[in-house]
């Protein structure tokens, strides 16, 4: 059973920065395509970023420049470095993980909260 666990979130000050973590039980974690989504109040749940098995990056339009998706194979974990942070980024943060053959997230955290005060 692959676990993946987050950390990290909190209550931050617009413009201040956050870094989530996530990780992961995984024993072939670096064959894991891994991501982080959001969900606001009253809103649909969106990705956030994406990081492939060879470092390749994507990232939602609202968060390009700000955030940073990242990966440590040997911990096993993902990083999601958070700057610049607006009160329309607050949400519960979601890790999110597949194998590279899958076509969709299999795996996901519990979620942590980060809010952001104006």
């Known amino acids: 059973q692959v676990q993946l666990l987050e950390s990290g979130g909190g209550l931050v000050q617009a413009e201040g920065s956050l870094r989530l973590s996530c990780t992961a039980s995984?024993?072939?974690?670096?064959?894991?395509?891994m991501g982080w989504f959001r969900r606001a109040p009253a809103k649909e749940r969106e990705l956030v970023a994406t990081?492939?098995?060879?470092?390749?990056?994507n990232y939602a339009d609202s968060v390009k420049g700000r955030f940073t998706i990242s990966r440590d194979n040997a911990k096993n974990t993902v990083y999601l470095q958070m700057n610049s942070l607006k009160p329309e980024d607050t949400a519960v943060y979601y890790c999110?993980?597949?194998?590279?053959?899958?076509?969709?997230?299999?795996?996901w955290g519990q979620g942590t909260q980060v809010t952001v005060s104006s």
């Open positions: 999110a993980g597949k194998m590279y053959t899958s076509a969709s997230y299999d795996y």
């Open positions: 995984i024993h072939t974690f670096s064959i894991y395509y």
């Open positions: 990081i492939t098995t060879g470092g390749g990056t």
